[in-house]
């Protein structure tokens, strides 16, 4: 690669970092992994770079593009990972945000009896968590939302609808242990 | 609003107009209906509120400093292609150890200076043999350092005599040879040592590929890679040898082919 080619590519996709971070983290509830997949995402879409450009695309298509790679390796990480994952599940240490899915009973009791908006959306299936990321803390568009998860528009309505009605109920009934 | 919309067609919508993504007509029908009805009107700023809730309990998160340096410095490792020996940054070392290590040291960190992607992808089987072979049991399938055992050891086992040649005089002994599978066939894989260090010599029958002198491919993981095509033969060498002295080795190779091919040539004269 010419060093004006890495350039370019630091220009463009670089920026991005905080937003690769953002989803991967939130998508593997994990900081170790996280990191583990955005340095790979960087890496392949290094490698990819040249038909990304094909695309003629400006810095805002960078992060659409980028945030595409690194939902795919994390995907194909937690396929990969899955047997250990199941192996690992209850490991305080390493997934102590994570022991919400299996004992919510203990998370509530642990919380001062209120599940915060956070452990929601961490139960979330990662097909809604990921749509929630992606316009409430990025702010794309959906259209650029179903260029990353490779769904239709319409697809990604319904998902980020029912992601949200999921958080609201979340929220109300919150609401509620606070006023008892 | 019509009538005969559903409450779930009307949640749609109304996350539409909460992102902004509603088709203005739409939005305006939608705001006149928000007006008249106070149960869409108290949904509307449920969302709204929910919006606000997020992005105040769910930050939108910094990368770490860590990760951040350790981006940039594999970046330019990948890409530049630097010629100190690369270093494999701490976190990856897991990564390797927990996936097929071999397909990442493949696909994951070429130097993509590559500039055909036929030879990217030799390269990246050609180096995953090479470490494969240098996990216990995986060197040799038949261990000799006489040239005389190990050339006929490959007939009937490949449709090619490849030949094979001692350098121990020169510092590089035969250790062995063995078969490996290489760009979809089964090629002949030699093994020489140097010191500490062994080269792994992989060759097949040249097929229309120009002649070439042997010129470097590529170092990754610490590890030089060389190749070059003789009138028979498409060679590739790849060892951690330092690249002047995995040269060297290319020539001696190089040289002792030429040796061995002018009889033929000659007798091809009238």
Redesign the interface.
């Known amino acids: 690669?010419e060093?004006s080619?890495?350039e370019r590519?630091?220009a463009i996709v670089?920026p991005h970092?905080?937003?690769?971070?953002?989803l991967a983290?939130?998508l593997t509830r994990n900081?170790h992994d996280a990191?583990?997949i955005?340095?790979?995402a960087?890496?392949?879409a290094?490698?990819y770079f040249g038909g990304f450009r094909g695309g003629g695309a400006d810095a805002r298509d960078g992060r659409a593009w980028l945030l595409a790679i690194v939902r795919n390796t994390a995907y194909t990480w937690r396929r990969?990972?899955r047997a250990?994952a199941l192996a690992t599940e209850f490991d305080e240490e390493q997934h102590s945000d994570a022991v919400a899915d299996h004992h919510p009973a203990a998370a509530l009791e642990r919380d001062g009896a209120r599940e915060?908006?956070?452990q929601a959306?961490d139960r979330l299936p990662p097909e809604f968590r990921e749509v929630?990321v992606l316009?409430?803390?990025?702010g794309l568009?959906?259209k650029e939302i179903g260029d990353v998860t490779g769904v239709p528009i319409g697809t990604v309505?319904?998902r980020?609808?029912r992601a949200?009605?999921r958080?609201?109920e979340a929220?109300?009934a919150g609401e509620k242990w606070r006023v008892t | 609003m019509e009538s005969n919309v559903t409450h779930r067609e009307l949640?749609?919508q109304l996350?539409?107009y909460v992102?902004g993504?509603l088709e203005p007509e739409d939005a305006r029908d939608l705001e006149t209906h928000l007006q008249e009805c106070a149960d869409c009107a108290r949904r509307h700023e449920?969302?709204v509120a929910?919006?606000a809730?997020?992005?105040e309990?769910?930050?939108?998160?910094?990368?770490?400093d860590?990760?951040?340096g350790?981006?940039?410095a594999?970046?330019?490792n990948?890409?530049?292609g630097s010629a100190s020996r690369p270093v494999l940054?701490p976190?990856?070392g897991?990564?390797l150890a927990?996936?097929a290590s071999l397909a990442v040291v493949a696909?994951?960190?070429?130097r993509?200076?590559l500039s055909r992607a036929g030879e990217d992808a030799l390269a990246g089987q050609v180096l995953a043999s090479h470490v494969r072979s240098l996990m216990p049991g995986h060197l040799t399938d038949v261990v000799s350092s006489d040239q005389h055992t190990v050339k006929p050891w490959f007939n009937g086992r490949l449709d090619f005599s490849p030949p094979v040649y001692d350098f121990a005089g020169r510092g590089f002994p035969l250790i062995g040879g063995r078969l490996d599978y290489v760009g979809g066939r089964p090629v002949a894989a030699l093994v020489y040592g140097r010191r500490q260090h062994l080269v792994n010599v992989f060759l097949w029958p040249a097929t229309r590929e120009s002649l070439s002198d042997p010129s470097p491919v590529a170092t990754r993981q610490g590890y030089h890679l060389l190749r070059w095509t003789t009138p028979e033969y498409a060679y590739w060498v790849v060892s951690d040898l330092g690249v002047a002295e995995l040269h060297d080795f290319a020539q001696l190779v190089q040289q002792a082919d030429s040796a061995a091919t002018i009889p033929a040539a000659a007798r091809a004269l009238p």
């Open positions: 690669m060093p080619e890495l590519f630091e670089l970092l905080d937003a690769a971070y953002t983290r939130y900081d990191q583990d955005v340095q790979d960087y890496l392949r290094l490698k990969r990972h250990d915060s908006l956070h959306l929630i316009r409430e803390l990025e568009s959906y309505m319904s980020l609808s949200r009605r958080l609201q929220l109300s | 949640e749609l996350d539409a992102d993504e449920a969302r929910l919006s809730a997020i992005r309990q769910i930050p939108a998160l910094h990368a770490p860590a990760l951040r350790r981006v940039r594999t970046l330019r990948v890409a530049g940054p976190i990856a897991r990564w927990l996936a696909v994951g960190s070429w993509l200076a």
